[in-house]
């Protein structure tokens, strides 16, 4: 994937500056809700960070506010 393609698909970054080899330097969560660890797709199973498990739900629908609002 391009730069500018990732870039118009990113939804949540979080970067980390201690670097140390138990936790990623990046997890980046995409609007499709793909998980990619330090620039690589996140597979629980082949993970090389085992402290760490990323769960992501999908809905069908972004909220507005307007639900938020009436309560």
């Known amino acids: ?3 500018a ?3 118009n698909n990113e939804w949540i970054r979080l970067k980390f500056k201690r670097k140390k080899k138990d936790i990623p ?3 980046r969560i995409d ?3 793909k998980v990619y660890i330090d620039n ?5 199973k082949t993970s090389k960070y085992s402290n760490l498990n990323v769960e992501v739900e999908h809905h069908s629908r972004m909220s507005a506010g307007e ?3 009436g309560l």
């Open 31 to 33: 609007i499709d809700g």
């Open 5 to 7: 393609a990732r870039a």
């Open 1 to 3: 994937m391009s730069d």
């Open 40 to 44: 690589e797709p996140y597979d629980e």
């Open 25 to 27: 330097g990046e997890i």
């Open 67 to 69: 639900e938020t609002r």
